[in-house]
């Protein structure tokens, strides 16, 4: 009896662990319908940046370096890199018995053919623009020579903006958005309905990169389990929200704060905070009084509360942060950080009545995404009370970028940068070389970017780093507000989701 | 009638030269352009001059619309600069999606609309009459934008009868197709039937105070004799003239419904070449709509000779 009953509470045990783990394993199978509030202008990877894009193109294609979860690039078609002692030649190895979606295997001449095409018609040519070369030196190897020194090729082949994804020889000869949609990911293309959808299935031939040894960043192992992935256009938020509470779709891309908070405490949903998503920058035009003016700019730097500005344009999702890199970069660095966030309007005054501004009205110009406008009306009632008048002009994207591209017209612009802090240290001093952000040139800004470029030894690097972060603080050339993120939503069904800057969908498998 | 087709044909020409001409000068009014439209905020200048001269857009404004209308005669409305692909194409694409959508609003809205105007007639000053003005004038006062996501909760969420959204061809799925797009056929139609419903009621009447139905009612006809046989069809002139001004709304109005609803239509296309500065996109989509309303009110010119005999088309 006693017997019995040791061997049924035993058997009752396994039974139980084997439940428990049967909940929680891995299961092939399903069919996750994600809502993306834009249509990808184009599949064709290497040819644009948007957002909605990468979240699709990034389960299909891959690239030959990849970032990991801190952004750090690591091989992903190569198996590594040799690179020459005068820092001018990379020799990539190019992993052998990889498979396209259509069956043929991966080999240099993909590569080369690839990497040709984004030289001419990539959508981010500043990443390819130190190539002087590139050649296949064997089956599977691919040799690339720069022009001149470039301490972040490796950044720059990694970088998931408009990736420098890897076609089939065939494919890459062809025209901007004129491929066929084959990649060696994970997932492979099965159909485009303009303004509706686009359908991925799990590619079964799938070779994970055997160094991977788990989900890790836009690198690592990426296991498939879900048969299907569809993402669906759907610019209504309203509409998502409704679409994920009655079924149709299993994820949201992005939520609001309420919503987040409604669904949170519902067992049916899953919230996934992705912080910091981008940060908020306040650009100033360099180019016409009184943004050219340095103690203008510091008076409103000094001025300026922004944990204010930060609470109240992305209430329920933001973190107060000086650095213009996102935690858990290599690179972050907090120097300047006594001038952010100073809120000291005595401080202001003083520095007001320093510069050349006296009196008169400032433009800030801002596009219609409510958090944009939100930063721009705190930022006017704020410097009201310095004696700074802030006349706000909404418009469209395409409206506020024609003016905020050219030195007339503004003084103020405001917009998010999600990809560049992710990307490093050079995509964030990018905007302000050559003047080109800031509308006026800025010699020291440009010097450090060229030094950042050629200096290899990486304490060095980061200092330079430092240099150009100090440097944006104490010119004010412009101003971060704070880092924002987004709300994702899930079915809880949806299981092992990890938040990360698109929504992964390899690693993760749905509880039946 | 052949005279009358020759003269409405050359009218109809003579529009759409008109048309294509002010939609071409507004379009290039709006400030923005499709290269800073496409590319982030740290796009370099070069980049940007670079796309412009891709896209053809640096070209002379003159060289640009005497391109587009060579172009538009022989019948080609040009290639899209974000879709990769023709504009025709595009269109014709999504033309199914609209039309099916718009029809079925439109079937609602006269299914509705019209016996709710003869009855409030009827019953001019009881209280069919005004249950049926006041829901009208409920169903005008409502936002469809509104409707439409109130529908969807009902709907959708709570009730769980029917998607939130999306839409399945006609040709894949008859069933798909009828329950993606009754919620949005309803939210359309809806606030088109107190429309049609004020315009029904007021043209009926009219014609049920003229001597010929005071004539039928000595003769001792019955009422619904009267009203159906002798009323409606002298009514009809006014409604068909609303049914086709509401046609032509609806048409526009799925521009809205079609982005609370993910329905890949005409309307999502031009809201979307807009917010991209995608103009051939945009031309060719405001060239197409003028068409569609010119056949609308051509049909219902046709139709005014159909409900009665005394229109003489010539």
Known sequence: MKKHSILGHALAAIMLLSMQAGASAQQKGGDVVIGISQAPPSLDAQITSAQASRNVTLHVFETLYARDENAKPVPELAEGVTISPDGKTYVFPIRKGVKFHNGKELDANDVVASLERYRKIGASLALVSAIDSIKATGPHEVTITLKQVQATFLDNLSSPRAPLAIYPASEAAKEAGKIEIIGTGPYKFVEYKPDSHVKLARFDGYVPNPNGTGRDGFAGKKEAFLDTVTFRFMPEGGARTAALESGQIQFNETADGPTAKRLGSDPRFSIHKVVPFGLQVIKFNHAEAPGNDKNFRLAVQAALNMDDIMSIAYSDINQMDPSWLYPGAPFYSTAGAAKYNKADLAEAKALLAKSSYKGGKTTFIVDNLRANVDTATVLQERLKEIGITVDISIADWPTVSKIGFTPQGWTFWTHGFGIEPFEGPASVMAPWVNGLSQQAKDPVIDELAASLGSEMDEAKRKALFERFQTHMYDNAVAMKAGNYGVFQISTAKLKNFKPYRIPRMWGVWLER | ?314
């Open chain 2, 1 to 314: 009638m052949a005279s009358f087709m020759i003269r409405r044909i050359a009218s109809a020409i003579l529009v759409l030269a008109l048309v294509s001409l002010m939609s071409f000068a507004l379009i290039w009014l709006v400030p923005g352009d499709t290269a800073a439209a496409f590319l982030d905020a740290s796009a370099t200048p070069e980049q940007v001059a670079a796309l412009r001269t891709a896209l053809g857009l640096d070209k002379a404004l003159p060289l640009q619309m005497a391109e587009w209308y060579g172009r538009v005669l022989s019948g080609d409305l040009g290639q899209s600069v974000l879709l990769n692909r023709s504009v025709a194409g595009a269109l014709l694409e999504r033309l199914p999606v609209t039309l099916s959508l718009a029809t079925f609003a439109l079937a609602i809205a006269i299914a509705l609309g019209v016996p709710a105007g003869v009855a409030a007639a009827v019953f001019h000053n009881r209280w069919p009459d005004q249950l049926f003005m006041t829901t009208a004038l409920l169903g005008l006062s409502v936002p469809d934008f509104w409707l439409g996501l109130v529908m969807v909760l009902v709907f959708a969420v709570s009730l769980g009868w029917l998607p939130s959204g999306g839409f399945t061809a006609f040709g894949t799925d008859p069933l798909g197709w009828l329950k993606t797009v009754i919620l949005p056929a309803f939210t359309l139609g809806l606030v088109q039937v107190g429309f049609i419903a004020r315009m029904a009621r007021a043209s009926m009447l009219e014609t049920l105070n003229q001597d010929f139905v005071r004539t039928a009612n000595a003769k001792g006809l019955s009422r619904a004799y009267i009203v159906l046989r002798h009323g409606l069809p002298n009514a009809m002139i006014p409604i068909l003239t609303v049914i086709g001004i509401v046609a032509g709304a609806l048409l526009g109005g799925a521009v809205i419904i079609e982005q609370v609803f993910s329905i890949p239509g005409i309307g999502r296309l031009i809201v979307g070449a807009i917010a991209s500065r995608d103009f051939p996109v945009l031309q060719g989509g405001l060239l197409f709509l003028a068409v569609v309303y010119l056949l609308i009110n051509l049909i219902v010119d046709l139709l005014y000779a159909v409900v009665d005999p005394r229109v003489r088309l010539s």
